[in-house]
């Protein structure tokens, strides 16, 4: 329970549930009633807190960003794209070797780790089968996305204690500040709405100290669904957040970008 009241966050009132007062005038206990639902999925993304306070408010989020909230993407999402992604659409080797990527660059010993826009917990899962690291967040907007995670995890007879799942939306992402060791965001910078707001919650949520391994994909890939990124709009919006240019690595492997930061 400690690492929870110490890394999250309410979206709203920005406070962990350690620091929250008994009469929140900001989220009104909402998120103390959401955490409690723990270690069922929990909904902290900013508007279902702001429903639960009786203020009505619509989730818009562009297409790219709704498109996996789609049962039928979420399905597809855990049984075709991995094959696909190791013929080269993500990477050559695919999600073993981004696997080997993260392991590699996380090191030994890499504490408090969340997986953001994990989709189904492709990589989720397999770091809780590494068994090194202290704690496991993944993190979605899409809740059926989610909701596949949960049911791949009783497949794999991964206990739900094992992985915090959370759905959260990357641009009121609900980590304290200097609460996190590492953050792997795969293949998904592209999917969000605003990724410069993304990667400054990001660098925001990570101790001195703390990593971030991010994938996705490039230009010349047309922006139509998808905003697409060279190597250098990547740089420009890691640096942006806060990263120091000594700490950056920004690669490209044909379409596909790799980054790699440490706060």
Known sequence: MSTIQEIIACPLCRKTIAEVPQQCNTCHNSFQQE????PSVVDLTDK?????????????KPLRTELFRSPIVSFLYERILPPLWAVGLRNTGGI???FRLC????????GIVADVSCGTGIMARRLVKWGRC???????????????????????GISPSEIIIIRADVEALPLAPNSIDAIYAGAAMHCWNNATEGIRNIYQALRPGGKLLATTF???????VF????????RHIVLTAGFHSD?????????????????
Do not use: H, W
């Open 48 to 60: 279902a807190l702001q429903r639960q306070t009786e203020n009505s408010v619509t989730e818009t």
């Open 35 to 38: 955490l409690a639902k723990i």
């Open 134 to 156: 202290e704690q496991i967040l993944a993190l979605d907007y899409s809740e059926t996305m989610l909701t596949e995670l949960q049911q791949q995890m009783q497949l794999e």
């Open 96 to 98: 073993d070797a981004e």
């Open 227 to 234: 905003q697409f990124f060279s190597p250098e709009e990547l």
């Open 247 to 263: 700490d950056v690595q920004v690669q490209a492997s044909g379409f596909y970008g790799i980054i790699k930061c440490i706060k």
């Open 103 to 110: 392991t590699e660059f996380l090191g030994q010993n890499p």
């Open 218 to 224: 490039l230009k010349p890939y047309p922006s139509i």
